[in-house]
């Protein structure tokens, strides 16, 4: 039986020497993945900690990328962990871009 994590536990992974990631509902430990990422480590920090289902699917992945997770695999998520999939730092995150309130201050300066 797969160990499970909850988003408490899975938050706390989130630095370039301990970065744990949520894809699909499984948990990977993508650490030793970091300097070998052909995106560069930085995107891959952005989502450390949190659901990058996402992020990986928007990049568009290929098949051995998706092979390759099997060897981070630590567990699976618990689906009653309250879901965490916005980091701060994410580019293109609300938090960062400022999202649906940068459209209320466009409409705000046109009418």
């Known amino acids: 039986m797969s160990k499970v994590y909850g988003f408490d536990e899975i938050s706390k992974h989130n630095t370039k020497e301990d970065l744990w990631m949520v894809i699909d509902g499984k948990v990977y430990d993508c650490t030793a993945f970091l300097d070998e990422h052909p995106g560069g480590e930085e995107v891959m920090i952005d989502c450390g900690g949190i659901d990058a289902t996402g992020p990986f699917d928007d990049i568009g992945h290929s098949e ?17 962990s309250a879901a965490s999939t916005v980091s701060s730092s994410t580019p293109g995150s609300s938090a960062t ?5 940068n459209i209320g201050l466009i409409i705000a300066i046109v009418t």
């Not at 871009?97 to 309130?101: C, D, I, L, S």
Request: glycine share 14%; hydrophobic share 30%.
């Open 97 to 101: 871009t400022g999202g649906e309130q």
């Open 64 to 80: 051995d990328a998706r092979e390759m997770l099997v060897d981070m695999y630590v567990g699976d998520l618990d689906p009653k």
